[in-house]
């Protein structure tokens, strides 16, 4: 319990002092880096345990407008590790006990891939979205 207290205070002071700018999916905060570490850090989701109710080759999800995860219990804190070469939007609910819904866009930049990193830490559903109902293609990652 004092920990969720202690990982609220922290989410609401570094909500509270940003600068306003945008976030970027790929480039987490400093704070919850180190938030992450003091939760003992994470590894990432295995993408085996992923389901999708959109085309799936392997690891490799295709869609239009719209793809629905479904995460199983990773049984701990994991890192979900979404990949592509192109803009996509994701929305998960936020780990621990935090009535909150997380939104974020990926874009990719400098020439490199665009990467969503989703904190997980019980069974979830997340869902992918492809700006202007174009056609992507979103990698899950095991990194």
Known sequence: MTLAVLLVAMFVLAVGTGGGDQGRA???PG???????LAGGS???????VRADCDRTGDVLSFVGGCELRVADPGGLRTLVLR???AFGVRAPAPRDADLTVR???EPSDGAEAVAR???D???TVLLTCP???GCTVTIAAS
């Open 26 to 28: 790929d480039e987490p």
């Open 31 to 37: 704070v919850v880096e180190r938030l992450g570490r």
């Open 43 to 49: 590894s990432t989701v295995d993408p085996a345990t």
């Open 84 to 86: 592509s070469g192109r």
């Open 104 to 106: 974020a866009e990926a």
């Open 118 to 120: 989703v904190a997980v």
């Open 122 to 124: 019980r069974a979830a």
């Open 132 to 134: 202007g109902g174009a």
